[in-house]
């Protein structure tokens, strides 16, 4: 017994001494991720055209957001011990002369306290060697931000010192893609590269739902990319495979130049290239063609002629989630989003599950949402949707309910519009049926917003209430619903669709 007493003190008492470092790595880190964020904003500042500038800011943020995290992770769990200190206190209470903390239940309870100390110690060791690793990594950071900062200096500027864009999100600012966005509009501002006298084109790739049109919708909004050319033209592609397909593109492309509307009706492929070609032959244009899912090689080469009749610098981008797609392109060097990282992410995800509310007052339900987090494959479009499901009831019951349906949806293993408004559909009022996923450009009229639906399933025609009071048009019980893919105005904005249908329990 007093070896196993000895072995099991040295053990508390080694845990204690790695706990009484924690506090001070904490300061530290608390003092060093100013200075990186510092960095990190003045090159919001610049016009970084050095890839391997590019890189080493990418590095900065992404330290930054595991500084962050961890700094977060810490204080839920203090947060957390606080409210179960609370919950536990005992009070004394003077009986007859006895104190009532001396009761054998009230010993025992202590002792099971003192066993859910020990082992929650040993559960958290592995946060504890997070919290050394991202310290590490943040000296290394700190180290070299000097330097960094001399070759900034170098870089012209481009904003003034008082329009500081922050780490996280703000309306208006794309999230945590600064380097993308730089790389965009470096391309942008490139001279050809071509003998051909073809115009260039940027593939932008990524899964669905990764934020490609947004990062192509606030290049476009830049203001050095509207200076530089005369016209920005963007338009939804989804197929560029036949005739009909190139007429349908040279229309919408002729639709913004001339704001036409007959030309929407017109067939002759060589009449629509004519007048796109005395639109564009004295101008330097961007176009940006989205959402290109399935491509020949014949008729995209096709479309590639007749968009090269501008003046040189004329640039396009194509953005699409194929990158077999790609090889049919004849392109520059493409451009891949993919996921946020864990730690990147859950700020995103964060913002849009708690709204105005204050993570910090509800450290369970961060808790919870973080493991939530963890399962969405870092999908912008995934944060929107579940987190507005998890905003209109910030109840832990709720929340580890939308987790149950994660886990068992296995949503990690493929992370598709589909899959995002399939989960979505579970976890709402009548557990609806998806029928399709398609694209559209604007509202409609049998078309609700995500943020209505919710209502819409209980008040509205699928509900049993309604039922014999009319349907949504001609498909019955069916519901078509719109997933904005941005925050952009409608009138240049694509928007997801799906269409669903009441079970027959309805």
Same mark, same amino acid.
């Given at each position: ?30 003092? !060093? ?72 239940? $009230? ?24 919290? /050394? ?65 073809? #115009? ?5 790739? /990524? ?39 190139? #007429? ?8 913004? !130049? ?96 708690? /709204? ?43 929340? #580890? ?42 509202? /409609? ?22 039922? $014999? ?21 409608? $009138? ?15």
């Amino acid at each position: 017994m007093g070896e196993i007493v000895s072995k099991g003190s040295s053990f508390i008492i080694d845990k204690y001494r790695k706990y009484t470092l924690v506090n001070e790595k904490l300061e530290t880190i608390e003092q !060093l991720l100013p200075k990186i964020k510092s960095a990190i904003e003045e090159s919001e500042r610049r016009w970084i055209t050095n890839e391997q500038l590019l890189q080493w800011l990418k590095t900065l943020i992404h330290a930054a957001y595991q500084a962050d995290y961890v700094l977060e992770t810490f204080n839920y769990r203090r947060m957390l011990e606080i409210e179960e200190k609370a919950r536990n206190k005992i009070t004394t209470v003077n009986t007859n002369g006895r104190n009532y903390i001396q009761s054998p239940h $009230n010993i025992a309870k202590r002792i099971r306290t003192s066993y859910n100390c020990a082992k929650r110690m040993v559960m958290d060791d592995e946060e504890i060697t997070q919290l /050394g690793s991202v310290l590490q990594r943040l000296e290394r950071a700190i180290y070299d931000v000097s330097e960094y900062r001399k070759l900034l200096e170098k870089c012209e500027v481009t904003v003034p010192q008082a329009l500081r864009t922050p780490l996280y999100m703000e309306k208006g600012r794309v999230f945590s893609r600064q380097v993308e966005m730089e790389r965009i509009i470096n391309f942008l501002f490139l001279p050809s590269t071509r003998d051909d006298q073809r #115009v260039d084109i940027l593939p932008l790739l /990524g899964d669905e739902g990764m934020g490609k049109t947004t990062l192509a919708l606030h290049a476009c909004n830049n203001e050095r990319v509207r200076n530089h050319f005369s016209f920005i033209i963007f338009i939804s592609v989804l197929c560029v495979e036949t005739k009909k397909d190139l #007429v349908l593109v040279l229309r919408k492309i002729l639709d913004q !130049l001339c704001c036409n509307h007959s030309l929407l009706f017109e067939e002759d492929l060589f009449e629509l290239q004519w007048l796109i070609k005395q639109k564009l032959k004295k101008e330097k244009f961007l176009i940006v063609l989205d959402d290109v899912l399935q491509v020949d090689q014949i008729t995209w080469s096709v479309l590639h002629d007749y968009l090269s009749c501008g003046k040189e610098g004329s640039k396009v981008i194509a953005a699409s989630p194929s990158k077999e797609a790609v090889i049919k392109f004849d392109t520059v060097e493409p451009i891949e989003l993919m996921g946020f990282q864990k730690e990147e992410y859950w700020f995103f995800f964060r913002d849009h599950a708690f /709204g105005s509310a204050k993570p910090e007052h509800h450290p369970k339900l961060a808790i919870i949402g973080r493991e939530i987090a963890k399962r969405m494959q870092g999908s912008p479009l995934a944060a929107k949707i579940i987190g507005k499901l998890l905003r209109d009831k910030l109840s832990a019951q709720h929340w #580890v309910n939308v987790l149950k349906v994660l886990v068992e949806h296995r949503l990690w293993a493929s992370c598709t519009v589909f899959d995002i408004c399939s989960l979505f559909l579970k976890l709402i009022p009548g557990h609806p049926r998806l029928l399709r996923v398609s694209y559209g450009p604007c509202l /409609g009229g049998n078309e609700i917003r995500i943020d209505n639906l919710e209502e819409e399933l209980i008040s509205g025609p699928f509900s049993k209430k309604r039922e $014999n009071r009319g349907t949504m048009g001609p498909e019955g019980n069916r519901l078509r619903v719109l997933v904005a893919k941005t925050d952009f105005p409608t $009138n240049c904005c694509m928007y997801h669709t799906f269409e669903m249908e009441a079970c027959s329990s309805y």
